[in-house]
């Protein structure tokens, strides 16, 4: 009898557990229904659109971080680290593509090199650029500099090549000396491939140096960007991966349309070299 009784107050309170999981399951149930109407009604209703708090987070954390956070420098220090990368681009490929007007060795040389390399993505040579540079601020030079190095060499190869033969017979015929032909007319010349080649140079470049980032982390003081967002995201945040991604084509669009144009501008339209 005892183990009967023990058995119907275990059924009982087997039965009032069931029911207190069912009622607590009705009623998750009631307000998840509930949750996900004012979710809806907030995605076509007029008055709480979901996408405008996220616009206001971004813009707040942009604010934020600009002025009371380090993404000003950081963004400072993406764009001098891509500058200084850029030049070193430049400087290697007037030096490559002078080599190759001067000996046809260099030339075929350095037509091979450039078919082997310029397929190439920088990141495709990670592990040996880590074992030569490390894992600093160097390597990721090293990265952005092997991305931008062959647009700018192929395209003022291709100007040097376009640029009529008469152009330099008449600097021979005014007897000037070789250095001054390369400077005054091929390199004028082939300003407009040049500028060509340094504006597809950036864009590879750009996107490179975030990319290292990402996989480096931070090789500067505060790192920039591609550390700003790496940061982001391993904390889960949504606006500010926004906020970065943003910033990128904030950069982008101003070195583009302002920096780039700029150049033009003054050089090429004012010569006579481009359409205005």
């Not at 001067?102 to 990670?126: N, Q």
């Not at 991305?147 to 003022?156: E, F, G, I, M």
């Not at 376009?162 to 400077?183: Q, R, W």
């Not at 004028?188 to 996107?207: P, T």
Request: net charge neutral; proline share 3%.
């Amino acid at each position: 009898m005892v183990a009967y009784g023990q058995c119907l107050v275990e059924l009982e309170y087997t039965h009032h557990f069931v029911v207190l999981a069912v009622v607590e399951g009705l009623a998750v149930s009631v307000f998840k229904r509930k949750r996900d109407k004012e979710i809806l009604a907030g995605l076509v209703g007029p008055k709480r659109f979901i996408g405008a708090r996220m616009v206001e987070e971004v813009v707040m954390t942009i604010y934020d971080g600009v002025v009371h956070g380090d993404l000003i420098w950081q963004s400072l220090y993406s764009v001098g680290m891509i500058g200084v990368s850029l030049a070193i681009s430049g400087g290697l490929a007037v030096a490559l593509a002078l080599l190759s007007t001067w000996s046809k060795v260099f030339e075929s040389l350095i037509d091979t090199l450039t078919a082997l390399a310029h397929p190439l993505p920088g990141l495709a040579l990670l592990p040996l650029i880590i074992m030569w540079f490390g894992t600093g601020s160097g390597a990721v030079a090293a990265i952005v500099v092997h991305s931008a190095l062959w647009p700018v060499l192929v395209n003022l190869i291709s100007g040097f090549k376009s640029m009529p033969a008469i152009y330099e017979d008449i600097g021979k015929s005014l007897s000037m000396s070789p250095a001054a032909i390369t400077l005054e007319i091929r390199l004028r010349a082939s300003l407009a491939y040049l500028v060509s080649g340094l504006k597809i140079g950036w864009a590879r470049g750009w996107r490179a140096f975030i990319s290292a980032e990402m996989v480096f982390g931070a090789v500067g003081a505060k790192g920039g960007i591609g550390w700003y967002i790496l940061t982001q995201r391993t904390f889960m945040n949504t606006a500010g991966l926004f906020a970065g991604i943003i910033l990128v084509i904030l950069i982008g669009m101003l070195v583009e349309d302002v920096l780039f144009a700029s150049i033009e501008k003054h050089t090429l339209e004012k010569w006579g070299m481009k359409a205005v």
